[in-house]
């Protein structure tokens, strides 16, 4: 652990963690480890899995699927962003071309 970095602790499945974080991030931090906990608690809860590093691996792979689907969205949106974009350009052409024509 660096200078730059402060220790924190956090509490995942009832076992406590000392991990390093740079400051200001504390928050985030206790944020994610929050989110992380509770995901491991409802997956262990529902017995489906058993092992504490089995539970870890399904719970990261989860939140990883998740966050790629959310990158997946935010592309789609900037594409349709720029259809869009791109759709009233050729609109406000045509109504420009118009209007020049009936002068």
Known sequence: MSKENN???IK???KEYQIACPPGEEATLQEAATLLNK???KLQKSGK???????AVITALNLANEF??????????EQVTEKIRSLKKRVTEAINSNKQLNI
Do not use: H
């Open 7 to 9: 220790a924190i602790n």
């Open 12 to 14: 995942i499945l009832d």
């Open 39 to 41: 995901r491991m608690k």
């Open 49 to 55: 899995v058993v092992g504490l590093d089995r539970i």
């Open 68 to 77: 790629l689907t959310c990158q997946n969205n935010d592309q789609v949106e």
